[in-house]
């Protein structure tokens, strides 16, 4: 029942305890292109394209904090942890998007919940 969950006052009154991860850990978040020059240098030209005409300000904003891209043959996924960043991505950059990394598809994911329903 409901009851059993929320008390008489209408507020949660059930305690929630995790269980202990030592493996775990907290890091700092690193911006996209600081990533990927480390982890994923297939995509420094076409993020170096896309920032050239971008302009740094929106490219910051937009791409930077951007959670992962995946690129493919012909397509390229961009993970962000929020739906105003994907709406604009999505109604003024894809053509640039496509130009940059010579790509026909691309799809944006992301949005509220700071990204967790695209996952």
């Known amino acids: 029942m409901a009851e059993d969950f929320v008390g008489r006052s209408g507020k949660l009154e059930e305690v929630f305890v995790g269980a202990v991860n030592d493996k775990l850990v907290s890091e700092k978040f690193v911006p996209l292109e600081v990533r990927a020059a480390q982890e994923k240098p297939q995509l420094v030209a076409g993020l170096q394209k896309l920032k050239a005409t971008m302009g740094n300000e929106v490219f910051d904003r937009l791409v930077n904090s951007l959670l992962n891209i995946n690129l493919g043959a012909e397509a390229i996924l ?11 991505l999505t109604a003024q950059w894809v053509p640039a998007i496509q130009e940059a990394f010579g ?17």
């Not at 961009?78 to 604009?88: A, H, I, M, S």
């Not at 026909?104 to 967790?116: A, K, L, P, T």
Request: glycine fraction near 22%.
């Open 103 to 119: 790509v026909e598809n691309v799809r944006i994911v992301g949005g509220g919940r700071n990204g967790m329903d695209a996952y």
């Open 78 to 88: 961009l993970l962000t942890g929020d739906e105003k960043g994907r709406t604009e």
